[in-house]
Antibody, heavy 122, light 107 residues
């Protein structure tokens, strides 16, 4: 059974930092692109960052560049998101998701965790 | 690439045929996925590459379209289908973008 379990969310003040973690099981984590996707309260989905399976490539949405860092530990089947200089607009549920690449570079988010809530407020 | 869904919400009855549209701001071939999200839950992948139904997804769901215009159709709405649906393009990885969502509610 595939499982993605996020942890590390919570309440943080503006300007503060938080580190999210995602523990994966039930699929080949070390050969999978992994991503973070967030959803602000009552809003839609927003892709945040992606890390290639071997760590050689990393992508971020413009709004978090320079503030967030995605990393992974394939030996531990774990994905991380270090979030610094947090702003009120970063308040959201953060989902860990696998970005599956099929034939011809088609991709989709096929596995999702249950999400962890990050609240940035004073 | 901007993704625009319509309508943003709709009310329908069990047994109704429901169609949701998604328009891309530029051609994305068939690099289009559909997700279902129920209240308080993670999104679930329903359809990839515009029309490929994922394993275990009921056949009442179908997807069509290419280039800039896509549709998600539910042929006979069931009680468990009341949810919010999102399209997402994977043509351009920077950034990957979702539509704003379509909430399907009970009439």
């Amino acid at each position: 059974e595939v499982q993605l379990v996020e942890s590390g969310g919570g309440l943080v003040q503006p300007g503060g930092s938080l580190r999210l973690a995602c523990a994966a099981s039930g699929f080949s984590f070390s050969t999978s692109y992994m991503s973070w996707v967030r959803q602000a309260p009552g809003k839609g989905l927003e892709w945040v960052a992606t890390k290639k399976h071997d760590g050689s490539e990393t992508y971020y949405v413009d709004s978090v560049k320079g503030r967030f860092t995605i990393s992974r530990d394939n030996a531990k089947d774990s994905l991380y998101l270090q979030m610094n200089s947090l702003r009120a607009e970063d308040t959201a549920v953060y989902y860990c998701a696998r970005l599956y690449y099929g034939d011809s570079d088609y991709s989709s988010f096929d596995y999702w965790g249950q999400g962890t809530l990050v609240t940035v407020s004073s | 690439i901007q993704m625009t869904q319509s309508p943003s919400s709709l009310s329908a009855s069990v047994g109704d045929r429901v169609t949701i549209t998604c328009r891309a701001s530029q051609s994305i071939s068939i690099y289009l996925n559909w997700y279902q999200q129920k209240r308080g839950k993670a999104p679930k992948l329903l359809i990839s590459t515009a029309s490929t139904l994922q394993s275990g997804v009921p056949s009442r769901f179908s997807g069509s379209g290419s280039e800039t215009d896509f549709t998600l159709t539910i042929s006979s709405l069931q009680p468990e289908d009341f949810a919010t649906y999102y399209c997402q393009q994977s043509y351009s990885a920077l950034p990957l973008t979702f539509g704003g969502g379509t909430k399907v509610e009970i009439k």
